[in-house]
Each structure stands twice: as structure tokens, then as C-alpha cells.
């Protein structure tokens, strides 16, 4: 089973910048979506940003379109999430998700993922 680790979370000031990474045991041609939600303290958890492994397409919510940017290094096995200009809201556990079943990008950004990792906290401080 493959298996996902994140890193990068951390404390920042408003308007800084985090870039957290999602590392795979290995890529497989089964991982058909992976991407990145958050849950902020008291709130259900949020698809934040995915990215098709098939194509690269991409898909980000509203609120962080020209702030995020996911992006992927096969030869690592790696995605990551660079986040500029960050917002006190932006605050949350930041969780990698893949899916091993084609269901659209943007429905597996909405809806959930088949699998998670443990997830990484991001805090940004007003």
C-alpha cells in the first residue's frame, strides 16, 4: 500500500509564505487524483487544491486561486503546495489525500479522497 507523508506546516505571519510537501512511497499509475485539504479548528474538513496525476491538471478552491500553487516532482515523489500571502484563515491542519479511482478532479477536491495522511498544522498568526 502506498503510503503518504507531509511536511512543511509551521508558524507564520500574515502575508508570508509556507511551501508544504506531500511524499510518496512511490508514485503508481493508480494514484488518479492528489491534493491537499485543511480542517480549521471547529469546521469540517475543505478541499484546498488537487492535481490530476494523469495530465497535471490542476484545481484550486476560490480563496486561495492566485495565493496557492500545487505542483509535482515525479522523480521525488513528491507534491507540494507552495502558499503565498497567507491569511490568519488559512490556519488549519493541512492533510495529503489520493485517490485510487478516476472521479473527476474536481469531485475528488470537493467531496474527499480515498486515503489521507496524518496531516501537518499551518499557523498563521494575524
Known amino acids: 500500500e502506498v503510503q503518504f507523508v507531509e511536511s512543511g506546516g509551521g508558524l507564520v505571519q500574515a502575508g508570508g509564505s509556507l511551501r508544504l510537501s506531500c511524499t510518496a512511497s512511490e508514485f503508481t499509475s493508480a494514484n488518479y487524483a492528489i491534493g491537499w485539504y485543511r480542517r480549521a479548528p471547529g469546521k469540517a474538513r475543505e478541499g484546498v487544491s488537487c492535481i490530476s496525476s494523469s495530465d497535471g491538471a490542476t484545481y484550486y478552491r476560490d480563496s486561495v486561486k492566485g495565493r496557492f500553487t500545487i505542483s509535482r516532482d515525479n522523480a521525488k515523489n513528491t507534491v507540494y503546495l507552495q502558499m503565498n500571502s497567507l491569511k490568519p484563515e488559512d490556519t488549519g491542519v493541512y492533510y495529503c489525500?489520493?485517490?485510487?479511482?478516476?472521479?473527476?478532479?474536481?469531485?475528488?477536491?470537493?467531496?474527499?479522497?480515498?486515503?489521507w495522511g496524518k496531516g501537518t498544522l499551518v499557523t498563521v498568526s494575524s
Open positions: 489525500g489520493w485517490d485510487n479511482m478516476d472521479y473527476g478532479l474536481e469531485n475528488s477536491c470537493v467531496y474527499g479522497m480515498d486515503y
